[in-house]
């Protein structure tokens, strides 16, 4: 992060952040950043692999995978593990923070937002003498469909398609 206001401009974030590191912006560059902000939740480097082959973009996976590398330290996208094996990303810049309910169960994916944990936090930091950076809080639960009535619909459906990661997903 540099001392000046930040732009929010993905696209000129992304320059600046290219340049620091002696990177070029490639129209492939740009083509991808637009393309990898039109996913609306969380996504995979498969996913966005996906979403670029049908925009007609020929790019490898392993070119998908380095590009949302630098994207996350950009602090335009950011990486969640929501242990199931695969990096989940989504938006970072221009949304409000929030954090995540992952249901271990059927993979179900809650978005919260809680300004007394937040409090809480920046009390914690305080009291530690420590400055935030970031934090991503992810809590691994069970949504209580299997608990309470034995079946979980995601769950099944998660099943059935379970060519890994392919299932639909909040
Ligand atoms: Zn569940
Ligand atoms: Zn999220």
Same mark, same amino acid.
């Given at each position: 992060?540099?001392?000046?206001?930040?732009?929010?401009?993905?696209?000129?974030?992304?320059?600046?952040? +290219?340049?620091?590191?002696?990177?070029?912006?490639?129209?492939?560059?740009?083509?991808?950043?637009?393309?990898? $902000?039109?996913?609306?939740?969380?996504? @995979?480097?498969?996913?966005?692999? &996906?979403? *670029?082959?049908?925009?007609?973009?020929?790019?490898? *996976?392993?070119?998908?995978?380095?590009?949302?590398?630098?994207? &996350?330290?950009?602090?335009? *996208?950011?990486?969640?593990?929501?242990?199931?094996?695969?990096?989940?990303?989504?938006?970072?810049?221009?949304? &409000?923070?929030?954090?995540? +309910?992952?249901? $271990?169960?059927?993979?179900?994916?809650?978005?919260?937002?809680?300004?007394?944990?937040?409090? +809480?936090?920046?009390?914690?930091?305080?009291?530690?003498?420590?400055?935030?950076?970031?934090?991503?809080? @992810?809590?691994?639960?069970?949504?209580?469909?299997?608990?309470? @009535?034995?079946?979980?619909?995601?769950?099944?459906?998660?099943?059935? @398609?379970?060519?890994?990661?392919?299932?639909?997903?909040?």
């Amino acid at each position: 992060m540099s001392a000046q206001p930040a732009p929010e401009d993905p696209l000129d974030v992304f320059e600046a952040f +290219l340049k620091r590191k002696g990177l070029k912006m490639t129209e492939q560059r740009r083509t991808m950043v637009a393309t990898v $902000l039109e996913h609306d939740g969380h996504f @995979t480097a498969v996913d966005a692999h &996906e979403r *670029l082959r049908s925009a007609g973009e020929p790019v490898s *996976l392993a070119t998908v995978y380095r590009a949302l590398g630098l994207l &996350e330290e950009a602090g335009i *996208l950011e990486g969640h593990d929501f242990a199931d094996g695969q990096r989940r990303y989504e938006r970072a810049l221009t949304r &409000e923070h929030h954090d995540h +309910l992952i249901c $271990l169960d059927c993979r179900a994916v809650v978005e919260f937002q809680n300004p007394a944990i937040e409090e +809480l936090q920046d009390k914690v930091l305080k009291d530690h003498g420590f400055t935030m950076v970031h934090h991503a809080l @992810t809590i691994f639960a069970s949504c209580g469909a299997l608990r309470q @009535t034995g079946t979980c619909a995601r769950r099944d459906a998660e099943r059935r @398609t379970s060519g890994r990661g392919t299932a639909k997903r909040p």
